[in-house]
């Protein structure tokens, strides 16, 4: 018999669904869009502040894990609760929560990877600095790639701790989130 991922371990679900990169598949742009579509469908317009395709992605020309992330922003505390109920009741899990942050996820399934994979990150408005990042990676080419390298060489090496994996990206993360935030730096037109 088969375990519902809800009952599950941690380990248990790093086994059943390892850190794993591909090449940049022009495609997830597409799923991506056709996921946004969704959502508004589901949502209603008026409740989405903001929708972005967000990761690495969402980042020209870089490897990433075949996951399309997506950023949702509501203009209400209150929003939050609601949202999450109404994407659950369409087929998203909840990964995690806090009081002002809730990631979701759409396409694992008790077998492993479904076809298309999405990870949802519902936030307040202007809880973005994933923006920031994919912007910044957009127009710096060189540190898009630094990044590819980082995360090649973690693959492996926590192929199978996704925390760790996240965590030992951190750092770079913020340092050019932060540069993007400190300089003159303008949204880019080249991930969109």
Not at 21 to 39: C, G, I, Q, R, T
Request: proline residues 3%; negative net charge; charged residues 30%.
């Amino acid at each position: 018999m088969i375990k519902k991922l809800e009952e599950m371990s941690l380990e248990e679900l790093w086994q059943l669904f390892p850190i794993f990169l591909v090449e940049h598949k022009p495609e997830w742009k597409y799923w991506y869009e056709s996921e946004k579509a969704n959502l508004k469908k589901i949502l209603g317009a008026n409740v989405i502040k903001r929708i972005e395709h967000i990761g690495s992605t969402a980042i020209p020309n870089i490897w990433a894990k075949n996951i399309v992330d997506i950023l949702l922003e509501v203009g209400k505390i209150e929003d939050l609760a609601r949202v999450r109920d109404l994407l659950v009741k369409n087929g998203w899990l909840v990964m995690s929560e806090s009081p002002n942050r809730i990631s979701l996820n759409k396409g694992y399934t008790e077998q492993g990877f479904a076809e298309k994979v999405f990870h949802l990150h519902l936030r307040m408005t202007g809880d973005h600095d994933e923006i920031y990042f994919r912007d910044y990676l957009c127009q710096h080419p060189d540190i898009a790639q630094a990044y590819q390298e980082l995360k090649l060489s973690l693959w492996k090496k926590f192929e199978h701790n996704r925390d760790a994996y996240t965590d030992a990206k951190t750092d770079f993360i913020n340092h050019y989130v932060s540069e993007a935030k400190s300089s003159n730096f303008q949204e880019s037109e080249k991930c969109h």
